[in-house]
């Protein structure tokens, strides 16, 4: 109740001042009062109604941007280009392949097809010296194999950024290999960065321990099938 007789006594004391300021009748001052205040509160519901607004715009900004921002996918044929890839050849004599087996490998054109499954999950098929090989690799996920010679290799898939693939494997008591691919112009072009880290064997043991890097360019040359159009 304090606080009502305050407001009221407040209220009457304004009332006093527009009728003495403005010669105004008892009446008359209230009438004024009345619509100062109404404007009053127009002018903050239009605040409000403005913030409201520019939050709003702000959010169909925000989904707008997200809507024209790319989308990387990695489905899809990827061939070789031959004219802009560095030679493999440093990470074949690193593992102790005679210089025949060089030679044959540099005539061949390595293809991978890929199927992007989900957001995190992809088919790779790989066609190279070594044969046919095909993963399901998911990103965090460990993938376990086994060479024709009985070696034990330990693969993890990751993804560092969006339009970027890196499967690291472990290849018990030989080395690892790191294998990144990034999606460039568009998505038409994959580059590879193949960083190997060997371990000294009884066919390499006069090299010793040894890394070796080379950069590779893929060009999307046709539709992964079954991949989605």
């Known amino acids: 109740m304090a ?16 009728k003495r300021r403005y010669g105004l009748s008892c009446a008359a001052a ?22 409201a607004a520019a939050v709003g715009r702000a959010k169909r900004v925000t989904a707008s941007a997200a809507s024209a921002a790319p989308v990387f996918d990695f489905s ?20 102790g392949l005679p210089g025949m087996a060089q030679s044959a490998a540099a005539q061949i054109v390595p293809t991978y097809t890929i ?13 190279s010296l070594l044969g046919e090989k095909e993963r399901r690799l998911e990103v965090g996920v460990e993938w376990r194999e086994s060479t024709k ?9 990751e993804q560092p ?3 970027q693939l890196r499967t690291v494997s472990d290849w018990s008591g030989r ?15 994959m580059h590879q960065l193949v960083e190997m880290q060997h371990r000294a064997s009884a066919s390499s043991a006069r090299l010793g321990d040894r890394k070796t890097i080379s950069n ?7 539709s992964a099938p079954g991949a989605d159009e």
């Open 76 to 95: 899809g044929q990827w061939t070789l280009d031959k004219t802009r890839s560095e030679s493999l050849a440093p990470h074949l004599e690193a593992m």
């Open 30 to 51: 209230r009438h004024f009062r009345g619509n100062v205040l109404i404007r009053a509160e127009f002018s903050e519901e239009s605040l409000q109604m403005s913030a």
């Open 175 to 189: 080395g690892r290999i790191t294998d990144t691919r990034t999606l460039l112009e568009g998505g038409t072009l």
């Open 149 to 157: 010679d009985g070696a034990s290799v330990r693969i993890v898939l």
């Open 3 to 18: 606080g009502v007789c305050s407001n009221s006594i407040r209220f009457s004391a304004i009332l006093e001042t527009d």
């Open 161 to 163: 950024s969006a339009n």
């Open 115 to 127: 199927v992007q499954e989900g957001p995190t999950t992809f088919v790779i098929h790989h066609s």
């Open 216 to 222: 590779r360019y893929f060009i999307r040359t046709g």
